[in-house]
């Protein structure tokens, strides 16, 4: 079965660059999608198949993919990016979708 | 504009039934997947399983299969989420999304229904 590991917690400050990682045995053989959720909102697909980004992200937001991690990066971080942070994988294997355990983003 | 309207907030006791729903609008929906997410309180995302509106094929992730039964109907454009004997653990949050492309990315989210069960 798929278990996607994400760290817990990730603090930055203002204006730096947060990478938020993503790790299972060959991810890199998958497309991955990432998630933001705020507090008390839905979840909003922030990048899609390892490093698209949906109308309206904003560019700060970039994703990469390869052998056993993906990396969601934050560039230029600001306070409205503090959130949960998902990433999301299909395995064509097992046609199971998985969710990561999810990352805490803090802006400090 | 695409748009997933869901049922409101339920409060059931252990051993009742219950179905949630969610509305599509904004696009033809017999054509695209809906899928439903848990999400209980203060964890992250659980994916449960989707459907295909057009021929009601239906997938579950294992760890819901036989817990709970996804539904839709196409002619009201609806999905739904069954439960026949709820438990306290079913207290959560639930999502629906719709899943597209190869890769089954959620494109689109309802605002989610809080299930709490409780005696």
């Known amino acids: 079965s798929n278990v996607l590991t994400q760290p817990p917690s990730v603090s930055v400050a203002p204006g730096k660059t947060a990478r938020i990682t993503c790790g299972e045995n060959n991810i890199g053989s998958k497309s991955v999608h990432w998630y933001q959720q705020k507090p008390g909102q839905a979840p909003v697909l922030v990048i899609y198949?390892?490093?698209d980004r949906p109308s309206g992200i904003p560019e700060r937001f970039s994703g990469s993919n390869s052998e056993n991690t993906a990396t969601l990066t934050i560039s230029r971080v600001e306070a409205g990016d503090e959130a949960d942070y998902y990433c999301q994988v299909w395995d064509r294997s097992s046609d199971h979708v998985v969710f990561g355990g999810g990352t805490k983003l803090t802006v400090l | 504009e695409v748009q997933l309207v869901q049922s409101g907030a339920e409060v059931k006791k252990p051993g009742e039934s219950l179905k949630i729903s969610c509305k599509a609008s904004?696009?033809?929906?017999?054509?695209?997947?809906i899928g439903w997410v848990r999400q209980m309180p203060g964890k992250g995302l659980e994916w449960m399983g989707v459907?295909?509106?057009?021929?009601?094929?239906?997938r579950y992730s294992p760890s819901f299969q036989g817990q709970v039964t996804i539904s839709a109907d196409k002619s009201i454009n609806t999905a739904y989420l069954q439960w026949h004997s709820l438990k306290a653990s079913d207290t959560a949050m639930y999502y629906c999304?719709?899943?597209?492309?190869?890769?089954?990315?959620?494109?689109?989210w309802g605002h989610g229904t809080l299930v709490t069960v409780s005696s």
């Open positions: 999304g719709r899943p597209q492309g190869s890769g089954y990315q959620v494109d689109y």
């Open positions: 198949y390892d490093s």
């Open positions: 904004g696009y033809n929906f017999p054509d695209y997947w």
């Open positions: 459907i295909y509106p057009g021929d009601s094929d239906t």
